[in-house]
């Protein structure tokens, strides 16, 4: 019976990616070609690294993860204690990171699951990994491929910040999104 319980959402999630559609129906030519324009403008695409960007002042075409303003810059997820769910105030960014990968195909990235100090260390080793594919369960949902995915896990092994205090514990308990 606790197959079910992790087989369960895994097929729900592959059923809601393999029934998403890309596709934009209108009635009118003219409206696609505005949206088409728009969003053109609200996106530089460079064609030569194929990366949206933005264009600092001299003209000179930036990846969007340098742009200090995007929600790309925040690259440490925190979790709960003892919990591999995305918190609410992250999921932004997270979606923000799968979109990033869906129009940059070329890119790839590496999830490293960390734990806490509490638990043991093989308890810890698969709370990071767990962690980590949530998250890149959440970047498969918003276009990006699993090829450009790498998960990795910790654990406790690799602190942010020393100490036993609920600072410090908090701060280890994260996947850091690597490019």
């Known amino acids: 019976m606790k197959i079910f319980r992790y087989l369960l959402p895994l097929l729900v ?12 129906k ?6 696609s070609a505005a949206a088409s324009a728009s969003a053109s403008n609200s996106r530089s695409l ?8 933005i264009e600092d002042p001299q003209g000179v075409m930036l990846d969007a993860l340098d742009d200090p303003d995007n929600t790309l810059t925040m690259r440490v997820i925190y979790f709960e204690y003892d919990s591999a769910e995305v918190e609410q105030d992250s999921l932004d960014a997270v ?4 979109q990033y990968l869906s129009v940059n195909t070329g890119r790839l990235l590496r999830l490293e699951g960390h734990a806490d100090e509490r638990g043991t260390r093989e308890y810890n080793l698969a709370l990071g990994e767990s962690r980590a594919k949530t998250v890149r369960d959440l970047l498969i949902l918003e276009g990006a491929q699993p090829e450009q995915i790498e998960v990795v896990s910790f654990g406790e092994e690799r602190p942010a910040v020393f100490g036993s ?5 908090q701060k280890n308990r994260r996947v850091e999104i690597v490019y």
């Open 13 to 24: 999630s592959g059923f809601l990616v393999s029934c998403g559609s890309n596709e934009v």
């Open 26 to 31: 209108t009635d009118d030519a003219s409206s």
């Open 46 to 53: 460079d064609s030569e690294s194929s990366s949206v960007g």
């Open 95 to 98: 979606r923000s990171h799968g």
């Open 165 to 169: 205090d609920e600072a410090s514990l």
